[in-house]
């Protein structure tokens, strides 16, 4: 009965310490300095004027027809991706949204640098916005894998992680049910900061290129 008893106590006081130790760990990280920001945002959006996004100065000099200085989900996607200071690493399946396109243009003036990896068959299609960075002398690399390349992310300053389902696309952004997730978790960002510098290197031309000259018959 005795052994019984201090087997049921034992086992409670193991429980409790694992409680213990989860609770410690949920206290840490809300108590860390500064609040972690963690956002969840819906898509279609509504169509609204972005004006006041890019030109914050002069939020009502626009004149088009569209709702003007209305938050949208889209106006927030806009405001996270322009948040970047320093570097902007982009993931994405499909670029073809001009707003987005201007949004990343608008950092490579501000001398942020930027690497885009995208999929390379998307990237022959009409209205595909990779050649207008690269024209802007934006790093873009097309994935040369067999499968589609369909990640749709987005690293701002290594410390800010966006992610979801949605692609950079017009139809995404206002027609389709989509989502993504904001967020400055560590755990959630690491494993796309590495995942992305995989890609990168894995799609670098110099080794593609010197794979070619190396096969059988090259002199």
């Not at 948040?83 to 994405?92: E, F, G, K, Q, R």
């Not at 949004?103 to 916005?129: E, F, M, P």
């Not at 510098?197 to 110099?206: C, E, F, I, T, V």
Request: glycine share 6%; proline share 4%.
């Amino acid at each position: 009965m005795s052994v019984m008893w201090t087997v049921r106590v034992v086992g409670v006081g193991l429980v409790a310490l694992s409680l213990s130790v989860e609770l410690l760990g949920w206290l840490r990280r809300r108590l860390r300095p500064g609040r972690i920001l963690n956002e969840v945002i819906f898509f279609p959006s509504e169509m609204a004027c972005v004006e006041h996004i890019f030109a914050p100065s002069s939020p009502y000099s626009c004149v088009c027809p569209l709702s003007h200085g209305v938050e949208t989900s889209f106006s927030r996607l806009l405001r996270h991706i322009l948040s970047a200071s320093s570097s902007l690493d982009l993931c994405v399946f499909a670029f073809s949204n001009m707003n987005l396109s201007r949004a990343v243009l608008a950092l490579h003036s501000r001398g942020v640098t930027i690497r885009a990896l995208v999929d390379k068959d998307y990237a022959a299609i009409n209205g595909s916005q990779t050649g207008v960075l690269r024209k802007a002398g934006i790093c873009v690399r097309y994935d040369v894998g067999s499968v589609y390349m369909h990640h749709k992310f987005a690293i701002v300053d290594g410390r800010l992680l966006v992610t979801g389902s949605l692609n950079w696309t017009l139809n995404a952004v206002q027609s389709n049910l989509e989502n993504i997730m904001v967020t400055e978790e560590p755990e959630l960002l690491q494993p796309f900061i590495k995942e992305f510098h995989r890609l990168w290197l894995r799609n670098n031309p110099a080794l593609h290129l010197r794979s070619k000259d190396q096969k059988p018959g090259k002199n």
